[in-house]
């Protein structure tokens, strides 16, 4: 695996609506190989958890991006999704993975879309996967892409950020990829009790990744990593 800088979230967001260079030249490689060096790489970085693994190694996420070298995509390294905006890392993509214990049925709230691939990863482990985003153009992009790449089953709406999904909710885990100063008030009703939620918190330059448990209505900190993130927008555009 070639050696890149992680912008542990330098995020998401905004995906090119054009065709991906990759589907159009891998012919029928798959990028197993890559794929398993990637996940070996992760292991070591100490993702564990053997759902998120698994599925780190069967999403393709040389898909997932419209104009980038296939193999590139394997690297640890955040990639371009144009407009002068980037996508999470694979290292960052396990670890709020991780955070939450997926398992197979439960019910995930994504707060914000990027190119996909964040998505992909989650409706690997479960079907009932719910996405979020202020953009709509971004939304139409990464749902369309998440269809013909065969994750039909996640549904995907455009609205703010700071009000979640309530027509679905409670929600088993909420994972949201962008920075609040706050929890939004919101997002906490609408995960379930003993439900995990993850989440940027702070402003600046750098941030704290939390993993939140609810707990008698209330949140509980389990964990908090330092990273970078874009901030969250909560006005639909």
């Not at 996940?39 to 100490?46: A, D, E, P, S």
């Not at 707060?111 to 998505?119: D, H, T």
Request: positive net charge.
């Amino acid at each position: 695996m070639r050696p890149c800088k992680l912008f542990l979230f330098a995020l998401l967001l905004v995906a090119a609506a054009s065709g991906n260079t990759c589907l159009a030249s891998a012919g029928a490689l798959d990028y197993a190989a890559e794929r398993a060096a990637m996940v070996g790489h992760l292991h070591r970085q100490g993702i564990q958890n053997p759902r998120v693994l698994a599925a780190m190694g069967r999403v393709p996420r040389h898909l997932f991006f419209a104009q980038t070298d296939c193999t590139q995509a394997y690297d640890d390294c955040a990639l371009s999704i144009g407009s002068g905006r980037v996508a999470a890392a694979p290292y960052a993509v396990a670890l709020m993975t991780q955070m939450i214990d997926p398992r197979p049925g439960m019910r995930v709230l994504q707060v914000g879309i990027g190119s996909g691939y964040q998505s992909a990863v989650l409706a690997d482990i479960t079907p009932h996967v719910f996405v979020i985003d202020v953009r709509p153009a971004l939304t139409r992009a990464a749902s369309d892409r998440l269809r013909a790449r065969g994750y039909s089953s996640v549904r995907c709406n455009t609205g703010s950020a700071c009000q979640g999904w309530p027509e679905h909710a409670p929600y088993d885990a909420i994972v949201v990829t962008c920075a609040a100063e706050r929890v939004p008030v919101a997002l906490i009703e609408q995960l379930r009790e003993g439900g995990r939620l993850v989440i940027p918190i702070g402003r600046g330059p750098e941030q704290t990744l939390n993993c939140l448990r609810k707990s008698g209505g209330r949140l509980r900190a389990e964990a908090g990593v330092h990273l970078h993130v874009s901030a969250m927008d909560c006005t639909p555009q």
